[in-house]
């Protein structure tokens, strides 16, 4: 560990909160940045954990530890395993041995008897931990060379450590994963003889699940610290606050001295404006109060989602979740303000009185109400097999598995797999929609009065995972117009689709009847008002299916590149044996 280069932090010192923030972000932006620093005893001890560990990866990887863990508190390594060594509520071991190797490593040039501090500061059963799994230890008697000759020839094909005071021999698997347990154990040994050989009569003494769970409780309790509760805990933010009870609590104007909104800057993106404007009419205290509380938020939401705490992607996803619900709050409480009065001023007054975590749940209120919707259509409509709305077309297949999650979202629509918060009353109107048009989709397929479609058919296809309820309402329009029709639905077979092609087609598009038959059954199961969009969706995909029919060699069209509709082909297996695929 190299010499302080300066005092140690002192009241006349400490670096002031903005310098640090705008040095933190530089740090984050390029770690390697910390090299071109004289100050590292200073500057990284002042590093909040969860920030420390997102160094702590950048550097890992670029083997570059040694400007961030021989400066680190005890307090800050200890972090970097909690939210960095665990897999859920398991401690992957693998990880473990891995950054206390790093730690050790990083320490070989410390003063004598450093490592041996930072082990006890720490928690020692982590350590005991990172030997214990695959490690076997053999007491030795240092004054028979026999006996100890003869243990060693009873390890073949292990790597085997004797410690430096000759009283045990540990055998491990010889690699990577093995040997580093050895190495951690020389470390500690050579720092300090007395604190080694604690830990292998601890190792020897231990009880890996007991180790281990003890481990979960005191990380529960350090992680609950940082904000990150348990999850029964973080459960309570989803509990929705309604709207009426948000605006009568008592709250406390701004003061008068806050200044105006400003036009927010356009790095910020619009679905977070409004935040930025209302969060402009606070004063710098109460911003600097609101901004802690966000960060804590965000935690809860993490621990509520069951993301992994360490991982930059969750803490992203987070922030952008609690940055659009916060906008939704915010716009369904806009209404209440009084005629002529400031509207951001009356929102600010909401701000402080509710807090943000009270704020967040009245956002969650109204998402909690489309995902009810979203889950009664995926429970009780006949739209989902192994996945969420996996029978329903695009765009609603995604959109209503993006509903139904813990926190719903959007789904990017077009060919992206991704979802985006629902950040204000447009997008909630917008995941609305998509709910009604999936239940509308449905009733088409389904009710008596729209096609009336037996769902055994569904299991009748040879691949359910790739059916889609617009293949089966496609297929019924065409029997709806076949002369001499068999049913509502049956296989089309490759006359069928000669002669739909002949008499459906015109100049490439579909016949205007076609559209307006989707019309009257929309009509008659209650939604007029979605079918536009689904004919929008259905009708153009059967007019391309039923243009781009591939012929065989004998001209008749080719079943098996045939995909937007039910054909003989995708219920093969049917026909030959009568089976449906769910019978035994």
């Known amino acids: ?19 640090i923030e705008d040095e933190l972000a530089l740090a984050l932006k390029d770690p390697l940045s910390l090299d071109d620093r004289d100050d590292l005893d200073v500057f990284v001890p002042s590093i909040p954990a969860p920030t420390f560990f997102q160094l702590a990866r950048h550097l890992h990887s670029e083997g570059r530890l040694d400007l961030l863990f021989p400066h680190a508190t005890a307090d800050q390594l200890t972090a970097t395993l909690d939210l960095g060594a665990w897999d859920g509520d398991q401690l992957d071991v693998i990880k473990v041995r891995e950054w206390c190797t790093a730690i050790v490593t990083t320490y070989e040039a410390a003063p004598r008897g450093a490592l041996a501090r930072l082990v006890t500061a720490m928690d020692p059963e982590l350590w005991t931990y990172a030997v214990l799994p695959g490690t076997a230890i053999h007491e030795l008697d240092p004054d028979d060379e026999d006996a100890r000759d003869l243990a060693f020839q009873d390890l073949p094909g292990l790597f085997t450590y004797e410690t430096p005071d000759g009283v045990f021999a540990l055998s491990m698997p010889d690699d990577p994963f093995g040997r580093a347990a050895a190495r951690i154990v020389d470390a500690i040994y050579h720092d300090d003889l007395a604190l080694g050989r604690e830990l292998i009569v601890a190792t020897r003494a231990a009880l890996a699940s007991a180790v281990e769970e003890d481990l979960l409780r005191w990380r529960s309790g350090r992680l609950a610290d940082l904000g990150f509760v348990p999850w029964e805990e973080a459960m309570k933010l989803l509990r929705p606050l309604p709207r009426e009870q948000a605006l009568a609590r008592r709250g406390v104007a701004p003061p008068a001295s806050a200044p105006a909104a400003s036009p927010p800057p356009a790095t910020i993106p619009k679905s977070a404006r409004l935040l930025h404007a209302v969060f402009s009419r606070l004063d710098p205290a109460e911003q600097g109060l609101r901004a802690r509380e966000l960060a804590l938020l965000a935690n809860e939401l993490i621990s509520a989602q069951r993301l992994p705490p360490g991982e930059l992607v969750a803490q992203e996803r ?25 509207r951001e001023a009356f929102l600010a007054e909401r701000l402080i009185a509710l807090g943000l975590r009270d704020l967040f749940r009245v956002g969650y209120g109204a998402l909690d109400k489309v995902r009810a919707a979203a889950l009664a259509l995926h429970r009780g409509g006949r739209v989902s097999l192994a996945a969420v709305g996996s029978l329903l077309d695009r765009p609603w297949g995604p959109a209503l598995a993006a509903l139904c999650q813990r926190l719903p979202a959007l789904a990017l629509e077009g060919n992206s797999a991704g979802t985006r918060p629902i950040a204000g009353l447009a997008d909630l109107a917008r995941a609305t929609a998509r709910v009604g048009e999936a239940g509308a989709l449905a009733a088409l397929a389904f009710d008596p009065r729209g096609f009336a479609l037996d769902p055994a058919w569904i299991n009748r296809v040879d691949d359910p995972s790739g059916l889609a309820l617009g293949d089966l309402i496609r297929t019924a329009l065409i029997h709806s117009r076949l002369p001499g029709g068999r049913g509502p639905l049956a296989p089309l077979i490759a006359d069928d689709l000669l002669w739909a092609r002949q ?15 989707l019309r009257e059954r929309c009509a008659a199961i209650g939604a007029p008002e979605h079918a536009p969009v689904l004919g929008d969706i259905l009708l153009p995909r059967l007019a391309v299916e039923l243009a781009g029919l591939e012929l065989d060699q004998e001209g008749r069209p080719d079943l098996r590149r045939v995909s937007a509709l039910l054909t003989v082909q995708r219920v093969a297996v049917w026909l030959r044996t009568g089976l449906d695929r769910a019978d035994p």
């Open 503 to 517: 008499s459906l087609l015109e100049a490439g598009q579909l016949r205007p009847e076609l559209a307006a038959e």
């Open 318 to 342: 987070v922030l952008g979740q609690a940055h659009a619900t916060l906008t939704l709050a915010l716009e369904l409480l806009a209404p209440a303000c009084p005629e002529g009065h400031d």
């Open 1 to 19: 560990m190299s010499a302080p280069t300066r005092p140690p932090i002192a009241e006349d010192t400490e670096l002031d909160s903005a310098r």
